[in-house]
Nanobody, 124 residues
Framework: QEQLVQSGGGLVQAGGSLRLSCTGP????????MGWFRQAPGKEREFVAA????????LYSDSVKGRFTISRDNAKSTVYLQMNNLKPEDAAVYYC?????????????????WGQGTQVTVSS
């Protein structure tokens, strides 16, 4: 059930930066948590980052901590993922998602709505 629309992504050299955006209907975006996940070919979907409704808490996977930043603009119903110092292992299809609660935001089962996915490719 895709009601979130993603933009951004593309091809970047290792060490470069990209910003992903995700927007959706206000009634969906007003749900509590927003998160980003990614899935590389042949691998399971994995958690990347999450942010609570009022941006009072953020959560990151160890693999992206210090390089990626999640933020949200509730007035624009948009969540962002700023990705810096990208590595070849960051290459994947990235998905944004909306969850009804602020708990367990690193668990994809907590999310009810998903974006269409956007490809991020990092060349070495």
């Amino acid at each position: 059930q895709e009601q979130l629309v993603q933009s951004g992504g593309g091809l970047v050299q290792a060490g470069g930066s990209l910003r992903l955006s995700c927007t959706g209907p206000r009634d969906i975006f007003s749900m509590s948590g927003m998160g980003w996940f990614r899935q590389a070919p042949g691998k399971e979907r994995e958690f990347v980052a999450a942010i609570t409704k009022r941006s009072d808490n953020t959560l990151y996977s160890d693999s992206v901590k210090g390089r990626f930043t999640i933020s949200r603009d509730n007035a624009k119903s948009t969540v962002y993922l700023q990705m810096n110092n990208l590595k070849p292992e960051d290459a994947a299809v990235y998905y944004c998602a909306a969850a009804p609660f602020n708990n367990n935001l690193d668990w994809d089962r907590e999310y009810d709505y998903w974006g269409q996915g956007t490809q991020v490719t990092v060349s070495s």
